[in-house]
């Protein structure tokens, strides 16, 4: 059995639910993918009021790996594919993510 810290964001009932490494050292998780992941949910919920809850854990679900956004009955696991996501379903801005780098800008912003 594994224990699950879920945190609520907003008061609204939430729709997506942000699932990461958990906390430690006054971060939000111990992994930075995971960090990365809750700073972008937040940029792209910012001014929206859109609800979303952070749940910590310490074991990712079967097929999935720590981040993963569930939205409804869908999953979307690791950075890159909550990235994706959330660049289709905003119209493809979510402020602080460059989506239109060359393909040189994009491997040093990888590296």
């Known amino acids: ?3 699950t810290l879920i945190i609520i964001i907003a008061t609204k009932v939430s729709k997506m639910k ?6 430690a050292f006054g971060l939000p998780s111990i992994d930075a993918e995971c960090i990365a992941a809750v700073a972008l949910v937040e ?7 859109q609800a979303w809850a952070l749940v910590a854990s310490h074991e990712a679900a079967t097929g999935t ?3 993963f956004l569930q939205v409804g009955d869908k999953t979307y696991s690791g950075f890159d594919r909550i990235a994706q996501h959330l660049v289709e379903v905003s119209g493809g ?7 239109n780098l ?4 994009q491997a040093d912003a990888t590296a």
């Open 43 to 49: 940029r792209y919920t910012q001014g929206s009021g």
């Open 93 to 99: 801005t979510v402020p602080g993510l460059a989506t």
């Open 1 to 3: 059995m594994h224990k």
């Open 18 to 23: 942000l699932h990461i490494l958990g906390p």
């Open 102 to 105: 060359t393909a040189e800008q």
């Open 65 to 67: 790996q720590l981040p």
